[in-house]
């Protein structure tokens, strides 16, 4: 039976005690045993790990580095076990994060300080970017998307609709004019994106049918909070979602425009993972930690209540 997890153990006992027969009383095993151990592990690896001497054992240049690697091994293991065993009020280990820039700094980055009160153990590591990321590739644990959600090797959570809204500042309408048609967009500077994946048109209702109107601006982002942020600048018009302009609408920073005429189609937001079966406590209790929070934040009208 393959115990190369356990000789990694007896080693790292020789070398923190120093002595076969200290490492033997730790381990509660005979001074032989332990050092047969070694000679059959140097055996196996055909290096020498220990110079052996009557004063004292000293580690090989190849004795050093399997003392390293063994440390990291066993701790990775041990983590591993932790985290596979414990319940959900001990949960720990990292919980790697990726969702849009508008949905983690709106949505997700204002529950953090509750959840860690809930689970201080848990290391939230999070990325904030408009692309799609690659769970595999990245090594993410979940994924907050809007919309674009075909890969069908992934568990979806839904958390709700994103409707999307054209928006302006009061500013910007003064200085150009509120548009009432669909035509009016061809001399509004429409602020837009550079993703591949998105095309410079924005669904439009016209004529009892709904068509992809042509726009052109003068800014195309790689997130919508550059987009948002430079509407409310009064730079132009912008399609934004519901949730990313709710605070602006309020303030009265932002009006909706062409509300007849835009579609208001909406996109679905979705927590997605790799799964679902035997879900890491870490991941689990995230999930159910935000899921309904987020849920309630992406109703209408909702203010985000991190309690």
Known sequence: MDNRAGEMQVFVAVVETGSFSAAARRLKMTPSTVSKLVVRLEERLGVRLVERSTRRLSLTTEGHLYHERALRMLSDLDELERELTV????????????????????????????????????????????????????????????????????????????????????????????????????????????????????????????VDRMVAGTLLANNGETVRRLAVAGAGLARLGEYHARADLAAGRLVEVLADAGVGDEEHVAALYLGPHRLPARVRVFLEFFVPRLRTFMIEGAVLDPN
């Open 87 to 210: 319940g959900s009020a001990g949960a720990s280990g990292t919980v790697r994060i990726n969702a849009s820039v508008a949905f983690g700094t709106i949505a997700v980055e204002p529950l953090l300080p509750a959840f860690w009160q809930a689970h201080p153990n848990i290391v939230i590591d999070l990325s904030l970017s408009d692309e799609m990321a690659d769970l595999y590739l990245e090594r993410t644990d979940i994924a907050f998307r809007v919309g674009g959600m075909d890969d069908s090797s992934l568990t979806a959570r839904r958390i709700g609709t994103a409707r999307r809204l054209i928006v302006a500042a009061p500013e910007y309408l003064d200085r150009n004019g509120i548009p009432t048609t669909v035509e009016d967009l061809d001399r509004h500077n429409c602020l837009g994106f550079n993703f591949q994946r998105t095309q410079p048109v924005w669904p439009m209702r016209t004529g009892g049918r709904i």
